[in-house]
């Protein structure tokens, strides 16, 4: 930390993840920023998430819905647990003076302003590294720090649009589509992550911070994959494929007697398991059959023959007989089918938390499974400016009446 003075996660007790003893300056909003500083609480860090004056964090008031007997919208808490709220007006002189001297007692601070907004109120990079050589300073924005498209805003069907994806998404002959959920944002937001992890790794060995550019189309670019991949090898743009995969084939849906299935046959001679085990055998000595890049070139063939073979079973039916002989399947669940999933329930998916409000709230729990210091639950997404007496008291040593000063001047 820049400074340790008082207690160290005060409010909470004992280690509560590999991020013990690191606290976050977080100055994020709406989804890609909070979904980093999240993942950083989960994983034991300090989050105090400074929120605008009875306004709050955008997404409060992205609803409905909300959360069963709350005002709380079910977008905010989907990203803000483990996290303090400290209403701070960083506008006014006061409230950037706040802010400076929470800075000094905090390693990271990470913030999705548009690009030199926070340079504004004296709280740019390059106005706190001097003062803060060891911070750790996160921005994340729609294009980045650089480049001709830096001042633009940042949204998710944007990027979406822009980095391609959409090209990518939907029927062959249909328009194209962004993923059913903002998938652009969510990658900025853990590429964050991963560039405050690296970070902190450095000022561990050289005592330095340093500045971690995010660009939401950056991101969205990184993660073309293999599609990006096709494209570079070839110089032709990928067509739309619906749901088919552009480099296995058969890897898509089928419909099936009573709905619809997911059918992978990621190889070869699991193809021929496919085939001797449900009377297809003689597409094995079909030439257009023969190997997995010869069923990519004949992917429709592929596609219309298989067809009524899958339409024969009911989707129960043929998981059942596939799951068997180890070939990739799996219905095309709703999501109320996912979360009674039996697995997703013995992976504890889903996790109870006790709310400011006094009620208990549902929330999508971390993915990431560590053995020795797994995510930790410690506190429910707040309440707007829930912590911000103690914050400051606690961590500042600021009296009552001055809390209540700042209150009463609409500062906090």
């Known amino acids: 930390m820049q400074e340790q003075s008082g207690p160290q996660g005060f409010g909470e007790t004992g280690p509560s993840g590999p991020l013990t003893g690191i606290r976050v300056l977080d100055l994020t909003r709406v989804l890609a920023g909070p979904t980093c500083t999240q993942m950083l609480g989960d994983l034991g860090a300090e989050v105090i998430k400074i929120e605008r004056p009875e306004a709050g964090d955008d997404t409060r008031g992205f609803a409905p819905p909300f959360i ?74 729609g294009f980045g720090q650089t480049g001709p498209y830096a001042p633009r805003p940042g949204y998710d069907a944007l990027i979406q649009a822009m ?145 009524p073979v899958m339409q024969s079973r009911t989707t129960a039916e043929w998981i059942e007989a596939l799951e068997a002989l180890k070939i990739g399947c799996g219905p095309i669940n709703t999501l109320e089918q996912v979360f009674a999933d039996p697995h997703v329930r013995a992976r504890n998916m889903v996790v109870e938390m006790q709310h400011g409000s006094g009620e208990a709230v549902k929330v999508i729990a971390n993915p990431v499974k560590l053995s020795a210091t797994p995510p930790s639950y410690r506190s429910a997404p707040p309440i707007l400016g829930e912590h911000t007496a103690e914050v400051l008291g606690g961590l500042l040593g600021m009296a009552a009446a001055e809390v209540a000063a700042l209150k009463e001047k609409g500062i906090t």
Request: charged share 20%.
């Open 68 to 141: 069963p007997n709350t005002r709380e919208s079910a977008y905010f808490v989907g990203v803000n647990r483990n996290k303090k709220s400290v209403t701070v007006d960083i506008a006014r002189p006061e409230g950037q003076a706040l802010i400076l001297k929470l800075l000094e007692h905090c390693d990271i601070l990470a913030e999705n302003f548009k690009v030199g907004a926070l340079a504004k109120y004296g709280l740019g990079y390059e106005q706190l590294k001097e003062k803060f050589p060891r911070l750790i300073y996160c921005s994340i924005t």
């Open 163 to 307: 980095g391609g994806v959409m090209s990518l998404t939907g029927e062959p002959n249909g328009s194209p589509q962004k993923v059913g959920v903002p998938v652009a944002d969510l990658f900025a937001g853990l590429y964050g992550c991963i560039g405050i992890l690296a970070a902190l790794n450095h000022r561990n060995a050289t005592g330095q911070g340093q500045q971690i550019d995010i660009g939401m189309l950056d991101t969205h670019v990184a993660w073309l994959a293999n599609q990006g991949m096709n494209y570079l090898a070839t110089g032709e743009n990928p067509p739309r494929l619906g749901n088919q995969h552009p480099n296995i084939a058969p890897y898509q849906e089928f419909p099936t007697k009573d709905g619809y299935i997911i059918l992978a046959v990621g190889n070869d001679p699991t193809f021929e398991r496919f085939c001797k085990a449900f009377g297809q055998e003689h597409l094995l000595a079909d030439e257009r059959f023969a190997t997995n890049p010869k069923r990519v070139a004949n992917r429709q063939l592929v596609t219309d023959t298989l067809t």
